[in-house]
Nanobody
Framework: VQLQASGGGLVQAGGSLRLSCAAS????????MGWFRQAPGKERDFVAA????????YYADSAKGRFTIARDNAKNTMYLQMNSLKPEDTAVYYC?????????????????WGQGTLVTVSS
């Protein structure tokens, strides 16, 4: 099983980025897929998640109203559209897949992790 995250980069505050996470090696039809981020010296925090089966979306308070999570079943790919970016959004963003929709915010729910993509927001 592989999760390949991409789309990170350097953007000015107020700008936008779209992250992608391509999954291969198995189907995730009953899984939840999520985005986490980790800033230097900090813990890995939940950002957003989506239930692959019905598209139900979950967001951290910091992401609500600015970020949108989506998935493309045909491409086995998840996306995170990030708008109105702030310097405090700077982090390595990881995608992950796990079995429990009722535990989307906890890292130990996720059995599979991508390699991370760096997002840097300049002020």
């Amino acid at each position: 099983v592989q999760l390949q995250a991409s789309g990170g980069g350097l953007v000015q505050a107020g700008g936008s980025l779209r992250l992608s996470c391509a999954a291969s090696g198995r189907t995730f039809s009953s899984y939840v897929m999520g985005w986490f981020r980790q800033a230097p010296g900090k813990e890995r925090d939940f950002v957003a998640a989506i239930a692959w089966s019905d598209g139900s979306a979950y967001y951290a308070d910091s992401a609500k109203g600015r970020f949108t999570i989506a998935r493309d079943n045909a491409k086995n790919t998840m996306y995170l559209q990030m708008n109105s970016l702030k310097p405090e959004d700077t982090a390595v963003y990881y995608c992950a897949a796990g079995p429990h929709v009722d535990r989307v915010v906890t890292t130990d729910n996720y059995a599979y992790w991508g390699q991370g993509t760096l997002v840097t927001v300049s002020s």
